[in-house]
């Protein structure tokens, strides 16, 4: 099984978008795929009670710790959708069960003064400090064309304990698919087939890390 955690220390970096597209890629797979979610907000939740008929089916659960013990055998693809904002010890009991971490970040001052700080502490983690759980971080809703984008992406690339092992341009197709319980993956159209190359960098890096 692997479980993918997803994890940030502000609100609104768009975890719930990180856990749900890769959802709905691995449901579109033909993989038994489970969303845990723990975040008060309960957003992942929702958006895999929403999944409509025609598309494949995303098991979601109400998170705690225990839950991912207790799902059904035959899942092969876990995402825990963490709260914003979590501690070290607060996502210890979910880092237990994880085989990589992402970290989405947003490309402000704000953000990434937060995010260092983040994972200034994820690294002194255990299973973080010998090795043992990758930490990738995806650099979201950036807006490629701009000075600003850029050099925030420099800036992480620079000061982060942990790659950037892909970039999220900024769109409101998420916003749109996920009020219909739905990714980009359930399209086949020209017009997502973009987007559906801003995940390849992030899904090729999962499967080096199994």
């Avoid at 609104?12 to 795929?33: E, F, I, N």
């Avoid at 970290?103 to 002194?124: G, I, M, N, Y």
Wanted: net charge positive; with cysteine.
């Amino acid at each position: 099984m692997l479980n993918v955690l997803v994890a940030s220390s502000k609100g609104g970096c768009g975890k719930s978008t990180l856990v749900t597209q890769l959802a709905s890629h691995w449901a579109q797979d033909g993989k038994h795929t489970a969303i845990v979610d723990v975040d008060r907000q309960q957003s992942s939740f929702r958006w895999a009670a929403r999944r409509p008929e025609n598309v494949p089916g995303v098991l979601g659960v109400e998170g705690s710790r225990k839950a991912v013990e207790k799902l059904p055998e035959d899942t092969q693809r876990v995402l825990i959708d963490t709260p914003a904002g979590s501690h070290e010890r607060e996502l210890e009991p979910y880092i237990e069960h994880a085989s990589v971490l992402l970290v989405p970040v947003l490309p402000s001052p704000f953000d990434l003064d937060a995010t260092l700080d983040f994972l200034a502490h994820l690294k002194e983690i255990s299973r973080i400090k010998r090795g043992k759980l990758p930490v990738g971080l995806i650099a979201n809703r950036l807006k490629p064309w701009t000075r600003a984008s850029q050099d925030a992406v420099e800036q992480l690339k620079e000061q982060s304990p942990f790659p950037v092992v892909a970039q999220l341009r900024d769109s409101q197709a998420y916003v749109l698919l996920t009020a219909l319980g739905k990714g980009i993956f359930d399209y086949n159209s020209e017009q997502v087939r973009g987007h559906q190359e801003d995940w390849k960098p992030i899904l090729r890096w999962i499967k080096r890390q199994q």
